[in-house]
C-alpha cells in the first residue's frame, strides 16, 4: 500500500506498480512483478490542485459555516431578546390583574346574601369580566408583537446569510 501511495504522491511521474495476491490470500503492491500472478495496476494522478488551494478553500468553507451558525445563534437571540422585552412586562401586567380578580373574589365571598348583596356582587362580577377581558387583550396583543418580531428576526438572518454566501463565493472567485 506504500508503495502505491508513493506513487500517488510523485504526481506527474510515471511509476509502474504490480499487484499480486499471494497464496495466503494477502495482497501485495510492488514496482516490479512480485509472483507470476503480478498484475499491472494503472496508477492514477491526484487532482492537479495544490494543497495550498485545498486548504484555503477548507478555511473558507469552515468560515462560513462559522458565519452561517453565527446568524442562526444571533437569531436565536435576537427572538430571545424581543420575546423578553414584550411578554415579560405582559408577565407582570397579567400578575396584577390576577391579584385584582382575586381581591374581588375574596369580596363576592364576604358579599351579603339580600337585595343590596346581590346587586354588590352583580357589580363586582362585571369588574372580574372586564379584568379578564384586559387580560385577554393584553396577551393576545403580546402574542402579536411576539410573532412580528421573530419575523423581523428571521429577515435578519436571511439577510445575513445572503450576505455571508455572496462574500464567499466573491472570495473564491478571486
Given at each position: ?21 499471494r ?25 492537479t ?10 478555511r ?7 458565519a ?36 374581588l ?60 454566501r ?9
Open positions: 500500500m506504500g508503495v502505491v501511495a508513493l506513487a500517488l504522491a510523485a504526481g506527474g511521474a510515471q511509476a509502474q506498480v504490480y499487484k499480486c495476491v497464496a495466503n490470500g494477502a495482497t501485495e503492491y510492488a514496482q516490479t512483478p512480485c509472483g507470476e500472478n503480478a498484475r499491472e495496476v494503472e496508477v492514477r494522478s491526484p487532482p490542485t495544490s494543497a495550498e488551494d485545498g486548504s484555503s478553500r477548507n473558507q468553507a469552515i468560515a462560513q459555516s462559522t452561517l451558525s453565527s446568524a442562526g445563534i444571533a437569531e436565536r437571540n435576537c427572538v430571545q431578546r424581543a420575546e423578553a422585552d414584550i411578554l415579560g412586562p405582559s408577565n407582570r401586567r397579567a400578575a396584577a390583574y390576577q391579584q385584582q380578580i382575586n381581591a373574589n375574596a369580596q363576592l365571598a364576604r358579599a351579603d346574601n339580600d337585595l343590596a348583596g346581590a346587586t354588590s356582587q352583580s357589580g363586582i362580577r362585571s369588574q372580574i369580566a372586564g379584568i379578564q377581558q384586559a387580560m385577554a387583550t393584553d396577551r393576545s396583543s403580546a402574542n402579536a408583537q411576539v410573532v412580528v418580531a421573530r419575523q423581523e428576526c428571521a429577515t435578519a438572518r436571511r439577510t445575513r446569510e445572503d450576505e455571508i455572496r462574500q464567499t463565493e466573491s472570495a473564491a472567485s478571486l
